[in-house]
């Protein structure tokens, strides 16, 4: 199987690479330059006659909640898992939505959780997936009451497998369980020494910050990337608020990652959260689409276990009692196993995708912008009316805008 993907687009095409997880979008002269220069690329042609401008064919990547079910309870889980929904997409179920996807040519499939793995038939479904010629990529805790879990995920070889890590030792034990980093590090090894691609995700606490060059000189030898990540205050997360950082201690992470990142060049190490800053919203504007920070519903989709679609996967556990933009925009059965229709035509998703747009541009005109801060998350900002005096803790300005609403469910 070829590892790079052309698939076509109103304004040329969108070119995908299995093997590093990415995407470019390319106009009608740079697309034909590259059917010639690349003939052995995998053409998915695609009918885009009358199609929108503004918006790309479908998603890049779904990101698949494949059950809420979880062998851990951990303390900074935004969307608690432990027990799985009661109307979990069965495993053939699963089968059949992949196949719907990859007719309409989306490009990659992130499986995460809860954990994937305590799913039945979950080695099934990655592997069709794999079969079908998707870019395959999962997140886990590492942590198998069955150790042949490992031996399928060598069998299946994803594309990348991410860990989950909450620090080091002492602190990914108090927020996983005692033991756990133990048991999550020998199945980040195991998979590493069996060559499968393996990355970290690490939540920022007050204990990442004041050890993060310790966390990666630990882990740089037996990863591609590491991503840190704002610890969002939902689910169980709301109760270790004191855990969490402010903006001024994210801006000294900031800084104090800009000096140590480049003594590290063997590996990838994103933080900042700005895979959205201000060179890839002129990519998409070279082109004519719609632009946001927030790449849910200009690139991505979360689909939750019971087959829910959401621009966000924040968005459905931020208040249920609330209609949060973005947070319900249809169901893969009662969609027949398809995203297209959503993806073109959903009205939340529209205002979902002008509040991105208008919070981008909040964003832009601030003065330290890009200098001291790469900008807000539009979950984060519909996430404040949650606590008291509805202030955004990593917005430095604490600007109130008043676009962005909750509504309560009739």
Same mark, same amino acid.
């Given at each position: 199987?070829?590892?790079? &993907?052309?698939?076509?687009?109103?304004?040329?095409?969108?070119? +995908?690479? #299995?093997?590093?997880?990415?995407?470019?979008?390319?106009?009608?002269?740079?697309?034909?330059?590259?059917?010639?220069?690349?003939?052995?690329?995998?053409?998915?042609?695609?009918?885009?006659?009358?199609?929108?401008?503004?918006? &790309? +064919?479908?998603?890049?990547?779904?990101?698949?909640?494949?059950?809420?079910?979880?062998?851990?309870?951990?303390?900074?889980?935004?969307?608690?898992?432990?027990?799985?929904?009661? $109307?979990? *997409?069965?495993?053939?179920?699963? *089968?059949?939505? *992949?196949?719907?996807?990859?007719?309409?040519?989306?490009?990659?499939?992130?499986?995460?959780?809860?954990?994937?793995?305590?799913?039945?038939?979950?080695?099934?479904?990655?592997?069709?997936?794999?079969? @079908? /010629?998707?870019?395959?990529?999962?997140?886990?805790?590492?942590?198998? $009451? $069955? !150790?042949?879990?490992?031996?399928? @995920?060598?069998?299946?070889? !994803?594309?990348?497998?991410?860990?989950?890590?909450? /620090?080091?030792?002492?602190?990914?034990?108090?927020?996983?369980?005692?033991?756990?980093?133990?048991?999550?590090?020998?199945?980040?090894?195991?998979?590493?020494?069996?060559? =499968?691609?393996?990355?970290?995700?690490?939540?920022?606490?007050?204990?990442?910050?004041? #050890? =993060?060059?310790?966390?990666?000189?630990?882990?740089?030898?037996?990863?591609?990337?590491?991503?840190?990540?704002?610890?969002?205050?939902?689910?169980?997360?709301?109760?270790?608020?004191?855990?969490?950082?402010?903006?001024?201690?994210?801006?000294?992470?900031?800084?104090?990652?800009?000096?140590?990142?480049?003594?590290?060049?063997?590996?990838?190490?994103?933080?900042?959260?700005?895979?959205?800053?201000?060179?890839?919203?002129?990519?998409?504007?070279?082109?004519?689409?719609?632009?946001?920070?927030?790449?849910?519903?200009?690139?991505?989709? =979360?689909?939750?276990?019971?087959?829910?679609?959401?621009?966000?996967? +924040?968005? !459905?556990?931020?208040? !249920?009692?609330?209609?949060?933009?973005?947070?319900?925009? /249809?169901?893969?059965?009662?969609?027949?196993?398809? =995203?297209?229709?959503?993806?073109?035509?959903?009205?939340?998703?529209?205002?979902?995708?002008?509040?991105?747009?208008?919070?981008?541009?909040?964003?832009?005109?601030?003065?330290?912008?890009?200098?001291?801060?790469? /900008?807000?998350?539009?979950? $984060?900002?519909?996430?404040?009316?949650?606590?008291?005096?509805?202030?955004?803790?990593?917005?430095?300005?604490?600007?109130?805008?008043?676009?962005?609403?909750? #509504?309560?469910?009739?």
């Amino acid at each position: 199987m070829k590892g790079k &993907i052309l698939r076509d687009e109103v304004f040329g095409s969108t070119v +995908y690479d #299995r093997k590093k997880l990415i995407h470019s979008f390319l106009n009608h002269e740079q697309t034909a330059e590259t059917l010639v220069k690349d003939p052995g690329i995998e053409y998915w042609e695609a009918d885009t006659t009358g199609l929108r401008k503004d918006i &790309i +064919y479908s998603p890049i990547r779904i990101y698949y909640e494949l059950t809420t079910g979880c062998n851990l309870r951990c303390r900074t889980c935004f969307n608690s898992s432990g027990n799985p929904l009661n $109307d979990e *997409l069965t495993t053939s179920e699963v *089968l059949k939505l *992949l196949d719907g996807l990859r007719k309409e040519h989306v490009f990659d499939i992130r499986f995460t959780g809860g954990e994937l793995t305590t799913k039945e038939g979950w080695d099934e479904i990655l592997q069709h997936a794999m079969d @079908l /010629g998707f870019g395959v990529s999962m997140n886990t805790n590492g942590v198998y $009451d $069955d !150790p042949k879990n490992l031996e399928k @995920l060598i069998k299946i070889q !994803p594309h990348q497998v991410t860990l989950s890590f909450d /620090g080091l030792k002492e602190t990914h034990d108090y927020i996983r369980g005692k033991g756990n980093f133990d048991r999550s590090f020998q199945s980040l090894l195991t998979l590493y020494n069996a060559g =499968v691609p393996t990355r970290t995700n690490t939540l920022i606490t007050h204990e990442v910050a004041d #050890r =993060v060059e310790d966390m990666i000189q630990f882990f740089e030898p037996y990863v591609s990337d590491m991503a840190f990540f704002n610890m969002r205050l939902v689910g169980r997360a709301r109760n270790i608020q004191s855990r969490g950082i402010s903006y001024s201690e994210l801006r000294e992470f900031n800084q104090k990652m800009s000096k140590i990142v480049p003594n590290h060049p063997t590996i990838r190490i994103l933080y900042r959260e700005d895979g959205e800053n201000l060179n890839g919203l002129q990519e998409y504007e070279k082109v004519g689409l719609s632009t946001g920070r927030c790449p849910g519903g200009l690139t991505r989709f =979360v689909m939750t276990s019971e087959g829910n679609y959401h621009a966000c996967g +924040y968005l !459905p556990y931020i208040n !249920p009692e609330s209609l949060v933009p973005g947070s319900f925009l /249809g169901n893969a059965k009662s969609d027949g196993f398809a =995203v297209i229709k959503t993806w073109r035509s959903s009205s939340s998703l529209e205002e979902y995708r002008k509040l991105n747009s208008k919070t981008t541009q909040e964003c832009f005109s601030c003065a330290v912008y890009d200098s001291e801060c790469p /900008g807000v998350c539009l979950a $984060d900002e519909l996430n404040k009316y949650n606590f008291e005096g509805g202030v955004n803790p990593y917005c430095i300005e604490g600007k109130n805008l008043e676009f962005l609403h909750l #509504r309560t469910k009739k």
